[in-house]
């Protein structure tokens, strides 16, 4: 059989094979590339898993979409092979080795990105639960503090010329209101999907562990669990640094954890 296809391919005229190149070209970039940028820790993991719902989204393993991406030429033929759907879902939260490398952020007519961003309290508090699987037990609160500034910090400079096709959601709205922030997300991806979701399903091709997407019992639930974060009654230290950091205070204004007082327009 695969010397017959061969045979036929032989006898077809090159303007037919060149047109038929041409028009899978075509069809892998009607494709939809969506992005999640994130710290680590901040919940893309499940994001992706909801997001995954959609009937049109993949359901890939954390992949690094940086590797398919130039500035250039955008991104190339590969990325639009890792899978048949026609969304294809990819995030890679920023590490400590990225804390300090800006790349430009993906762009394209038919890319979409999300910055999912969850509040400095809840990153310095998993990633402290976590320390011994993630190596960073050399690392105190007040390294972690500054890796959530520069985590944040480079994805905002990143974004500097992006002015389209961007959704900024927050951790903490998503697993409050995930029905209503999956719809949101659904519509904004371009999905026939109407309806938000809380529950989601395992992946079938791959299975969730430390250092490709999370590992963790909570994401193994298969439904969204509210966080919850007391970091003012259960971390004097972590409250003082985070108190103490203009850094912080400027971004988790930014990203609308700390009303703007009016009285001081007054």
């Known amino acids: 059989m695969k010397n017959l296809t061969q045979f036929v391919k032989n006898l077809l005229p090159y303007w037919i094979k060149r047109r038929a190149v041409l028009l899978a070209r075509f069809l892998f970039y009607m494709k939809t590339v969506v992005v999640i ?3 680590m820790r901040a919940g893309s ?3 992706k898993a909801l997001i995954a719902e959609a009937p049109e989204a993949s359901h890939l393993q954390e992949t690094d979409f940086r590797e398919f991406y130039s ?4 991104f190339d033929d590969r990325i639009y092979q890792l899978s048949k759907t026609r969304i294809l879902v990819m995030k890679l939260p920023y590490g400590f080795n990225d804390m300090t490398k800006v790349r430009p952020c993906p762009k394209g007519r038919n890319v979409r990105i999300i910055v ?3 509040d400095v309290y809840g990153v310095v ?11 960073s037990s050399h690392m105190t609160k007040s390294n972690l503090v500054d890796y959530w500034c520069e985590s944040y910090g480079s994805i905002l400079k990143s974004l500097d010329s992006v002015n389209a096709n961007l959704l900024f959601i927050r951790y903490e709205d998503l697993t409050a209101n ?3 922030i999956t719809k949101k ?9 109407k309806d938000g979701v809380e529950n989601y399903r395992a992946p079938k091709d791959f299975e969730w562990r430390w250092g490709f997407d999370d590992g963790g019992e909570n994401i193994k639930k298969l439904t969204v669990t509210k966080s919850f974060v007391k970091a003012e009654e259960d971390d004097k230290e972590l409250l003082r640094i985070i108190e103490h950091s203009p850094r912080v205070h400027a971004l988790r204004k930014k990203f609308g954890y700390i009303q703007e007082d009016l009285t001081d327009k007054k």
């Open 185 to 193: 997300i659904f519509q904004f991806i371009g999905s026939r999907k």
């Open 125 to 135: 508090g998993s990633i402290e639960k976590r320390k011994e699987e993630m190596e």
């Open 45 to 47: 993991t499940l994001l």
């Open 71 to 74: 500035e250039k030429h955008g």
């Open 37 to 39: 940028l994130s710290s």
């Open 116 to 118: 999912l961003v969850r």
């Open 178 to 180: 995930p029905k209503e």
